[in-house]
């Protein structure tokens, strides 16, 4: 069955140092999504992208946070200038269309991110 | 705004016994309604869903879930626990005008000898 893969599982940097997760959506997947999990908290939604832009984000998803599709198969979370409440657990998902109920989401096995 | 409360951030059954997470939501619109799972270092693994069908819902690995508009809940049960159950558990909503789902807390199910 095809999978959503994110690289690397776990990644450790220095606070105020720029980090990139990357996801690779299943293939024929058009929606993509970021999620992120504080140790302890709920998984909480960051933002949708769909047709090369954001379709919908968070209150967390600010300025520090951008997500590119730079080819057809990668998609990335850049956080600019990583702070201590960064620290957690992002989880890409995908799917193949708008609708949850008929298309759920297929998510990724986590990055853990921890800034120091 | 549509939300998810789960009651117990822990549970813990023994081997052979019923398991019962519970889940309430929150929605002004009929929600579609979700349990994940998400066993040690691996991805959230849809166990079912609920889209405004049957009430009652079967999963894999012989989990089901019943939908109570009356009581806003959407408790996962299974008859019989197994070892290999231990794992998170997350129940989710979402509806019909949003493609993004909304998560509770999780629940961890411990799975006693």
């Known amino acids: 069955e095809p999978e959503v893969t994110q690289t690397p599982s776990h990644q450790v940097t220095q606070m105020g140092q720029e980090v990139i997760l990357r996801c690779v959506p299943i293939s024929n997947h058009l929606y993509f999504y970021w999620y992120r999990q504080i140790l302890g908290q709920k998984v909480e939604f960051l933002v949708s992208?769909?047709?090369?832009?954001?379709?919908?984000k968070s209150e967390i998803f600010d300025d520090q946070f951008s997500v590119e599709r730079p080819d057809g198969s990668n998609f990335t979370l850049k956080i600019r200038s990583t702070k201590l409440e960064d620290s957690a657990m992002y989880f890409c998902?995908?799917?193949?269309?708008?609708?949850?109920?008929?298309?759920?989401?297929?998510f990724g096995n986590g990055t853990r991110l921890t800034v120091t | 705004a549509q939300s998810v409360t789960q009651l117990g951030s822990h549970v813990s059954v023994s081997e052979g016994a019923l398991v019962l997470l519970r889940c309430n939501y929150s929605s002004s619109v009929p929600p579609y309604l979700f349990w994940y799972v998400q066993y040690p270092n691996q991805g959230l693994q849809l166990l079912l869903k609920?889209?405004?069908?049957?009430?009652l819902v079967k999963g894999i690995n012989g989990f089901e879930a019943e939908f109570k508009k009356s009581e806003t809940s959407f408790h996962l049960t299974k008859p019989s626990a197994h070892m290999s159950d231990a794992a998170e558990y997350f129940c989710a909503v979402s509806d019909s005008r949003d493609d993004k789902i909304i998560f509770g807390k999780g629940t961890r199910l411990h799975i006693l000898p």
């Open positions: 609920y889209t405004s069908a049957a009430t």
């Open positions: 992208f769909y047709n090369n832009e954001i379709s919908e």
């Open positions: 998902a995908s799917s193949g269309r708008r609708d949850s109920a008929n298309s759920p989401l297929h």
